[in-house]
């Protein structure tokens, strides 16, 4: 437990995970789709060579750059649908990933980024996601990504305070009797 967390205060260096990956603004499309499906993510930052943050790229960017036209845009469930991700030995058959080729990340990232410094308080985290309608807020120093907090990390923190907040701090010895809410042994049965 941080210091941060002891005095109740989470902050973004708190809840961010630090091993974050990332891909390059050169990868494929079709290794793009792959690499999610593979990780299990919705989305990854876009780093340069010194891991400067350069952009944001998610399933949904992917799934977008499917559309027809902006006026029709193309339908996420078919997209994946059609990649056939349960069985990957068919991944390279898949008709999707021909009409991906010849397309790199950088054609396809969100370049305004959100960001954060380590010292941002949980609540304005999560501020922040909901203004900026997004799932994710990269956390930096500079330009450099130093980790990434998610919308599933400011959850698990709120459940974690919660479930500490109502559980009681030490089981019962042995032999002895559980008390309710209220701290009163339960009525010996008649």
């Known amino acids: ?24 603004a050169d990868m494929p499309l079709e290794e793009l789709a792959l690499f999610f499906w593979e990780n299990r993510i919705p989305g990854a930052p876009v780093v340069d060579e010194q891991m400067n943050v350069i952009g944001v790229v998610s399933e949904t960017d992917l799934v977008r750059s499917q559309a027809r036209t902006p006026e029709e845009p193309a339908d996420d469930w078919a997209f994946f649908r059609t990649l056939g991700l349960e069985d990957i030995e068919a991944f390279d058959r898949r008709s999707q990933l021909e009409e991906l080729q010849g397309k790199v990340v950088a054609d396809i990232m969100t370049v305004q980024l959100v960001t954060a410094t380590e010292d941002v308080e949980a609540p304005e985290l999560a501020l922040l996601m909901l203004s900026q309608r997004v799932h994710r807020v990269l ?43 209220r701290g009163r042994s339960p009525e010996p049965a008649a």
């Open 1 to 24: 437990m941080s210091h941060n967390e002891a005095e109740g205060d989470l902050r973004a260096i708190d809840l961010m995970t630090t091993n974050v990956l990332s891909v390059s």
């Open 139 to 181: 956390v930096t120093k500079g330009r450099r990504l130093t980790g990434i907090v998610t919308t599933f990390d400011i959850l698990k923190a709120v459940a974690a305070r919660r479930t500490t907040r109502t559980r009681p701090s030490q089981s019962p010895k042995r032999g002895e009797a559980r008390k309710d809410k």
